[in-house]
């Protein structure tokens, strides 16, 4: 599903929030983030700051917990040691293979750990709201200069 501010509105409404402007704004920003880019709450912090909106840290790591427990946002644990978030597009689903060293993050496609993730969530009565796998590897740069050290 992709959600509007108008679904948003409906869904929080749904579970007794409310759509706040600066709720609205965050989904604003991860909408027309480029595909492949995620931000850390700390990066989105300092996109909000430079469009000159004053939303305080802590409001921003509710949203992205509460956006993530909907489904709207996927929370990623990349090599940096913090949660990074982009938006949960069911029609751009894919994996990531990340360098622990240079915190290079690749994405890739794979339909087989999808049709792996809607099985077992179907078996269990489950209702998959996202399926990721992250590799945690060595890029060949790094590689490289680990052999010269």
């Known amino acids: 599903m992709t959600y ?3 679904s948003l509105r409906t869904e929080l409404n749904e579970r007794g929030w409310r759509l706040t402007p600066q709720r609205e704004i965050i989904l604003d920003i991860f909408q027309n983030l ?6 850390s709450a700390e990066d989105l912090f300092e996109v909000l700051r430079l ?9 921003i790591y509710r949203t992205l917990k509460m956006m993530s427990r909907m489904g709207i946002l996927r929370e ?12 949960n597009q069911p029609s751009h689903h894919h994996h990531h ?3 622990v060293k240079c ?13 792996i993730g809607s099985k077992m969530t179907l078996k269990e009565g ?3 709201l996202d399926c990721q796998l ?5 890029c060949p740069s790094c590689q490289r200069s680990l052999m010269t050290d």
């Open 97 to 99: 293979l990340i360098c």
């Open 103 to 115: 915190n290079k993050a690749i994405e890739f496609k794979n339909e087989s750990i999808l049709k």
């Open 126 to 128: 489950y209702q998959l």
């Open 4 to 6: 509007t501010a108008a």
């Open 76 to 87: 990623l644990e990349l090599a940096e040691g913090h949660k990074h978030y982009e938006i």
């Open 134 to 138: 992250t590799i945690h590897a060595i």
């Open 34 to 39: 480029p595909n492949g880019n995620h931000l």
């Open 51 to 59: 469009k000159g909106e004053n939303i305080s840290l802590s409001t």
